[in-house]
């Protein structure tokens, strides 16, 4: 009589990692393992055995993250609270370097042929990026943009706010029955021009505009004339579509470019007022840094304001992958890279930026993706008929495991205000910091708008009819 299966992979995963297993091990052959005390433990499904010969030819995340994305693994419960215990786990058991040992690899290639799992390497899930050519190169940067973001305008529509504000949300409100996503990200857009004194005519340059959320918020109520870049065709196209239904053209462009590309023309009357980078930072690359840094640098005007936000690792320990990982590397956000926050600041203000605030949104951040992983999960029909059972399962772990790093300190995402000063090293900032970040009322801070149509004092300039 064959072995039952989970016991021999529990008990191998437990001489690996020198602890009990913290969630169920259910196998293909319907048995199961693990701590039995614990009912509302998550269990892991290995559906195929072909998830265990992954594991064998990629030790950990790589092969874990492949198994699950092509259907051989997958997760009965909560995922985040399967993520959260296997991370304490790793905590707890110093896993995070460990290297199997000869005889734990015998050990596992053992118990892999009494399981018929022994074989050639399986081909990686088709989700997977698959970049070629220099890293970071202007080629190569395209292509990373549009693995993840050339999805599918419908799915983004799907999970997103209407505003389509794919980045961390500003969250003013609290136990509000009627404050939600829409209401964070609106104020998350009101926050980023006001730290960055918009007014009537500024111009105002958006360096990885996304799907136009901010430009449109820009133009809209703070009567700035606005350009924006990004690498994406499906956003640039949405992009125009929403300019121009909203009859905008005439203040908002966006262009298909990259950052290296844009040019202020012959004379200073063409840099930008104020400018703004969302989440887009994390793309460029560690050697290209500063080459972005000083690009903020030469566009703006002096005594002009710049705003980033912008993801950020740990310098040790708690996963200080600067790309996130294997999985977020090969699936999610291919060649990003995110460093400490203090090494960023050092590039930014070694490009001649004076910073000037410095605004943590973590926790932010755990509020903003649990609404986006509640809407994957809750209609898993209509995102599946979207993207494919194979995005979806990507995206379900994204957004699980980036909400999980979030909630526990391992990613951190911050707004950095900058000023370009003068020649002379004048910023032209007011006095007062409330001022300065925008917050000189309560009235200013709740709503942008007045009643009769004016910005701070000033009439919002008019939109085409």
């Known amino acids: 009589m064959p072995r039952a299966v989970a016991p021999q992979l529990a008990g191998l995963v437990e001489r690996l990692i020198g602890a009990p297993l913290p969630i169920r091990i259910r196998a293909w052959d319907g048995t199961e393992a693990g701590p039995a005390d614990d009912p509302d433990a998550p269990v892991a499904v290995i559906r195929h055995r072909r998830a265990l010969r992954r594991l064998l030819w990629n030790p950990g995340e ?24 296997f991370w304490t786990l790793a905590e707890a058991q110093g896993l995070a370097g460990v290297r199997l040992t000869r005889a734990d690899i ?14 050639p ?18 080629r190569r940067d395209r292509a990373a943009i549009a693995h993840h973001y050339d999805l599918s305008n419908e799915f983004y529509e799907f999970l997103l706010d209407p505003q389509m504000a794919y980045s961390c949300g500003y969250w003013t409100q609290e136990g509000s029955p009627t404050y939600g996503l829409v209401d964070a990200q609106r104020d998350k857009l009101d926050l980023i021009c006001r730290k960055l004194g918009l ?4 111009r105002l340059l958006d360096v990885g505009c996304g799907w136009a959320a901010l430009l449109i918020h820009a133009a809209q109520h703070y009567g700035v004339r606005a350009v924006g870049v990004t690498l994406s065709a499906q956003q640039q196209s949405y992009g125009l579509a929403r300019v ?16 290296r590309a844009i040019s202020t023309g012959s004379g200073s009357d063409d840099s930008f007022d104020a400018i703004a980078s969302i989440e887009m930072g994390e793309h460029v690359g560690q050697d290209n840094y500063p080459v972005y840094a000083a690009t903020l640098h030469t566009l703006l005007r002096p005594k002009g304001r710049v705003l980033v936000q912008q993801m950020s690792r740990g310098a040790s320990g708690r996963n200080s992958a600067p790309g996130g990982g294997p999985f977020m590397e090969r699936y999610v956000a291919p060649d990003m890279h995110m460093r400490p926050l203090g090494s960023t600041l050092d590039m930014l203000e070694g490009a001649g930026l ?3 605030d410095v605004h943590s949104l973590r ?15 809750e209609r898993k029909a209509e995102a599946i008929a979207l993207i494919g059972e194979e995005q979806y399962r990507v995206w379900l772990l994204y957004l699980a495991g980036a909400a999980l790093a979030f909630e526990e300190n391992r990613m951190g995402v911050h707004q950095f205000l900058m000023v370009r000063p003068d020649t002379r090293g004048s910023t032209g ?15 200013a801070a709740s709503h942008s708008v007045a009643d009769n149509g004016s910005v701070n004092g000033h009439p919002v300039v008019p939109r085409p009819a």
């Open 244 to 259: 121009r239904d909203l009859g905008l053209t005439d203040q908002v462009e966006i262009r298909m470019q990259d950052y």
């Open 62 to 85: 790589l092969g874990l993250a492949r198994a699950f994305v092509a259907g051989e693994l997958e997760v009965d419960g909560d995922i985040a609270e399967g993520l959260s215990r």
């Open 363 to 377: 926790e932010h951040y755990v509020w903003t993706v649990r609404p986006w992983l509640a809407t994957l999960q």
């Open 199 to 202: 007014a009537p005519g500024m």
């Open 106 to 119: 015998v050990d596992a290639v053992g118990v892999a042929a009494r399981l018929r799992a022994i074989g």
């Open 429 to 443: 900032l007011p006095r007062r910091r409330q001022a300065v970040l925008g917050m000189e009322s309560a009235a």
């Open 121 to 138: 390497r399986p081909k990686p899930p088709a989700s997977e990026a698959r970049l070629s050519g220099g890293l970071h190169t202007r």
């Open 354 to 356: 004076e910073v000037v």
